[in-house]
């Protein structure tokens, strides 16, 4: 979605210019693409090859594959740090919207986690080490270099806008970009082969084993002494697996940043950081609220963490336990996602009658946070059809039925509302900017900024001291000086809506990332589509579900701070 | 990609505006986005449970579906002439890059061959009319009143940009290409069962028959007198089934004409139509080539349809036969795949000596086609990918893997330069508009236009004379008068590598389109990942292939009118 309104406001005035424009932007922005598709392809059909039992493709390929680029990836990240520390010319603005630093933060977090991973893993696979190829020891230690490196990378350089060797660093870019969606493939692929695993031991019908068994294979290549056996090994074998969905969620956290830094290369803007702070004043943190949303909200929290551990421990036990497991799972994602869908729409209702100006700036963070909202939403979504299709056209008259079918229709509704919700939110001005009865600022705002820009370039056009301010300060005084005060209830109350649907959705994303699988304790869907055609539904359209509910949670941090 | 400079010279000033100008564009249009991906999804559900026969939906769920679709759509379409009719004054604007003529003549010549398939379609369901639900022989004729009313439809309106019940069109829309995107996925589905159906009966394998196939059922659920055995209903059923490629590409150039009047809705535009004409004049059609590039072209052309005929004769005879056909086949795309890389590369090199300024103005039509160009090439690229993969570790040392792999890497290596030198073509500015040694005019151009807006809505600024031309002609006047003459051999030579480039692309798509299948008799990659799987890459591949070379033509005929 690209805005039509004058882009302006943000363009530097061209003495400030590090060096001269772009011709063709979309150009060098093509040939990044470019390399990113083909690299990406070649490691998607390595990996989806590499799942299948029968396909003569090994995990060693992926996982050679992988390292070489996680190895590619970090030279040239190396290459950029030297570069930008030598000539701190090369960046003259920064992106004030970019990397806010929960975003940072929480990379730091899951970065931490991915790293106990890889040395899980390097542990388990160190068990059996003089029967493995010595490949599969390499690939952890090097992601966590990686990790180590990026995680680095990111935190000092998120925010910059580089102007030197504009069609390396795109192409740089875009390739650490790809080896992190490779790495989430891989983690997503594995991890839908373990649980495809664990689902046919529990069912122990082999006709189900569709999906080639990953471990089943390194079993019997393996083989003899060298099996899994001591308590140490599986341990570490249970906890990397356990530890997935977090380097799965920093995969993803980092693409977004590096895709909005590829965005910002080249990107000109005014030095000024024009634009809502994001850093929230630690001290007003929860006193603006009404304590109701936070409080309703980790209550749903900790009532689902126990319905998580009564579902798994119930749920892989005789049938009448694992149904009332099921029960149990449904009514109290039905009631949380009941409460989050009124809420979302009270949130709406409330912006109806807030008359705070939109806000209509260039911003790449906030285009990549909406089309990944709508986008990652489509996963849950297509889902829910597919359980809707089932549970009407199959026609099972029981309660299961009845509450899958509920439970379909809630997450539809409630991720619709809760997208139009915090889109709406990202998009409203800053706190205290209310319209004035006079026509909108902004053109006035980018008229200074665009006269600037093109009467500087133009000797066809001298410039209009009068328009053209030397302090871009100015016009913001003339904004600053009729802002009206807000009132206050709306403000509290869009920050508890906010504070209410964020513990919601940790807990909705620790259920599904640790493994609650009622897609396929519950038989409706399996029956209806046959265990093939639902896995392969299920597992390519979850992982999108799984990151819609991280991606939520980082956007309402942000509602939070900006209401 | 969103342009980031400024977008200010198509903005109309506000004098000539029809209505107030909208609050927040993306809330609108986020609404009708919102609706189109649920019924969407809703229809995907349907169509692919439809496809797969141990799952209970039938077919005549899904024409059902599609005929209570076409009927809304229709009925909206309805509504939209007739109150533009009433009411001329809600399209103020019209964009003149939208719906060119050879775009409109190409939906016309797709729909009438629809309406064709439809009269199959009919004929061949009323042969056994009493064993048949209504809904099979309701469906084709609505979908031909369908057909005539929406190209009627786009024939006139494809380039309004209209401005009233702004929410409500947009949903329209947004519903109408949700419409023909399932026709386009039902037909899809459709012709890779009747695919998969005649590849089992020419291996007469039951383990193939993974995909269920509808007309087995069909079959069935006849029975006994209703089969069609009589001369007519064949003739009817073989060509339906080779009048879907057209049914195909009717829904698609239909979609991408709905999407570009969808971005068009509530724009502004300046009433001079700036811009390139698209109407090229009928007397130099051909003058200004070295005519060795169309010559070239037909020739491949022509060899083309005769390898085409000699396969499709030979591939379903014995091995030996079937072999020849496919090393013919090879070798026939090998030479043309590796002429068009040669060509476009060559088209890009002259490019690089070419002086035009590049065109950066706002244009939706141009944005689409560059996504489109990018996004269906993926499909023949992961096709490719996964041949290369399956030739490379499968490692098969024979005549038709050489030649296999050679034929995946040229068509990754042909759609990559196509693909750059399409789109450098289209952002380049209209002809003989070189740039003058001073700064490009856009700022100066921009200025005007981002002032005369400004200044209207701003009491704070009040307008200066001098800056604010009251005929906009006046800085287009200023740029005519310092063009200089390019170079006429360049222009020739990029007429004729169009001109060379586009029998080159439609004979690849008639390939294709008509059943071609060298995937399937080329039994490579079916040993390497089995039938199931390699079946579903393929088919869910396939279709965005084919449809890049129809895509491609259409922006060919573009280049060559710009050039």
Redesign the interface.
Known sequence: ????L???PK?SPPALRAGPRE?????G??LS??LA??VL??A???IS?GA?N????YDT?VFALLTAMMLLAGLWILFYLLRTVRSPDSVPYRDSHAGPIWLRGGLVLFGICTLVMDVFKTGYYSSFFECQSAIKILHPLTQAVFVIVQTYFLWVSAKDCIHTHLDLTRCGLMFTITTNLAIWMAAVVDESVHQAHSYSDSNSSTSHTRLALDLERAGSTVGGDCSCNTAVCQIFQQGYFYLYPFNIEYSLFASTMLYVMWKNVG?LLASSTHGHSHTPSSVSLFRETFFAGPVLGLMLFVVGLAVLIIYEVQVSEERGRAQQALVIYYSFTIVCLGLMTLVSLSGSVIYRFDRRA?DHH?NPTR?LD?ALL?GAA?GQ??IS??S??AVV??TPRDLLAALNLAHALLM?AQQ?FQ??FI??SL?RGPPGAEPHP???KE??H??TF??L???H?????PP?PR?VGPNPAGPQE?VGSIVAPRSPWKRRCLKDIALFLLPCNVILWIMSAFGTRPHFSNTVEVD???YS?WAAIVNICLPFGIFYRMHAVSSLVEVYVLS
Chains 1, 2 share one sequence.
Do not use: Q
């Not at 011709?23 to 150009?27: D, L």
């Open positions: 979605m690209s805005d039509e004058p882009t302006g363009e011709v063709w932007k979309k150009g922005r093509l693409v470019l598709v083909n392809l070649i998607c059909t390595l090859g299948f029968k396909v003569a493709v390929d990107r939109m260039k285009t909406v709508m489509l979504y297509a059809y597919y809707i299709v056209v199959g539809i619709t997208n139009v889109i709406e998009h006079t026509p909108p053109p006035c980018g008229l665009t006269n820009d093109a009467l370039t133009l000797p066809t056009c209009t328009l003339a209806f589509y046959g055609l």
